[in-house]
């Protein structure tokens, strides 16, 4: 292997993964926001995940001068074990190889790989989403996990002007090459067959392959969006599942995000916190909407793959508390 990254190269690993200036995700989760962090301060931050003691995450969507959410990388994360998320990854990378798009596979920190694309310019999070789906639709290859994980976030002024709301900062991604990486090889980018590729050639040929936004316009053209379903509860049907509460109390919105998963353009997270207030105005218990929480988390994968279920408990207590 080569050494770790010099100044000049830690700098470009720095400008592939540029993302939000104001706040970083921690290895544990969570999330710390940073008054005017600047470029330096984010390079900084940067060093010390590939030479350092402290691990980060970056947020893909960033504020381009207050028009748009925009983007300088996607990612798409496949968590479904080694052996099925490398065929995923496979796929994918070669369906985006075919529109000449470079890609890079990562070994995840657990059970999963992640691919990667790179752009040397800002680039509608809008259009990314919809150029990885399409992607991902032609690989079959599922879209759980799709960063940017939203087209962006937005609000309706005093005028009814729909603005972006640069207040909320969507998910993150940890980033590869953590500082000691080479003891197990994971959470670095590897190739066809599954072998490491160290840092420094990673960054020697993924800077210069960088692509441009127009590259994602054949895959942009491509992209159909999901068919929507009218799910109609009547107020009758009650669960085939004996272990949880009667569905009959479930208002309509409830009920069709409870049974049928987040819906595009909404995260895991969001969906549970808006399938949560709606149990609440159902006339659910505390208790009752625990348990169609809990149960919807483990179909769709968020805090229970993690083993967080605590702050499963806390999310559903803020909304009874409020």
């Known amino acids: 292997m080569k050494p770790p990254l010099d100044k000049g190269r830690t700098t470009i690993f720095a400008r592939l993964f540029k993302g939000r200036m104001d706040a970083y995700g921690t290895e544990e989760g969570g999330c710390v926001r940073v008054p005017q962090w600047a470029w330096p301060t984010y390079e900084q931050h940067i060093e010390d995940?590939?030479?350092g003691p402290t691990?980060?995450?970056?947020?893909?969507?960033?504020?381009?001068?207050?028009?748009d959410w925009v983007v300088f990388w996607g990612c798409v994360d496949f968590d479904e074990g080694d052996e099925i998320s490398f065929?995923?990854?496979?796929?994918l990378w070669t369906v985006l190889d075919a529109f000449d798009i470079t890609a890079w596979i990562e070994r995840s920190r657990s059970k999963g790989y992640h691919v990667w694309v790179f752009s040397s310019e800002p680039i509608s999070a809008k259009r990314m989403r919809h150029a990885l789906l399409s992607a991902c639709d032609i690989a079959k290859a599922p879209t759980k996990e799709i960063n940017p994980k939203a087209e962006g976030f937005f609000h309706v002024d005093e005028n009814g002007t729909e603005r972006p709301d640069w207040s909320k900062i969507g998910n993150y991604v940890r980033l590869p090459y953590p500082n000691g990486?080479?003891?197990?090889?994971?959470?670095?980018m590897v190739d066809s067959e599954g072998n490491a590729i160290d840092a420094s050639t990673f960054v020697d040929i993924a800077f210069p392959c960088r692509l441009e936004d127009n590259e994602l316009q054949p895959l942009i053209d491509l992209y159909r969006p999901p068919?929507?379903?009218?799910?109609?509860?009547?107020?009758?049907?009650?669960?085939?599942?004996?272990?949880?509460?009667?569905?009959?109390?479930?208002?309509?919105?409830?009920?069709?995000?409870?049974?049928?998963?987040?819906f595009e353009g909404c995260d895991r997270s969001s969906t549970l916190w808006k399938l949560t207030k709606e149990l609440r105005k159902s006339g659910y218990g505390f208790k009752e909407a625990m348990m169609f929480v809990k149960d919807a988390d483990k179909r769709w994968g968020k805090h229970h793959l993690r083993g967080d279920i605590d702050r499963l408990e806390k999310m559903v207590a803020k909304v009874y508390q409020t």
């Open 181 to 188: 990486w080479e003891e197990t090889h994971r959470r670095c």
């Open 49 to 51: 995940h590939l030479h």
């Open 55 to 67: 691990t980060m995450g970056v947020y893909p969507m960033i504020n381009d001068s207050g028009q």
């Open 227 to 262: 068919k929507t379903h009218e799910f109609v509860h009547n107020g009758v049907e009650a669960t085939t599942d004996d272990t949880l509460p009667s569905t009959r109390e479930m208002n309509a919105t409830a009920y069709n995000a409870w049974k049928h998963g987040p």
């Open 87 to 91: 065929i995923h990854a496979r796929n």
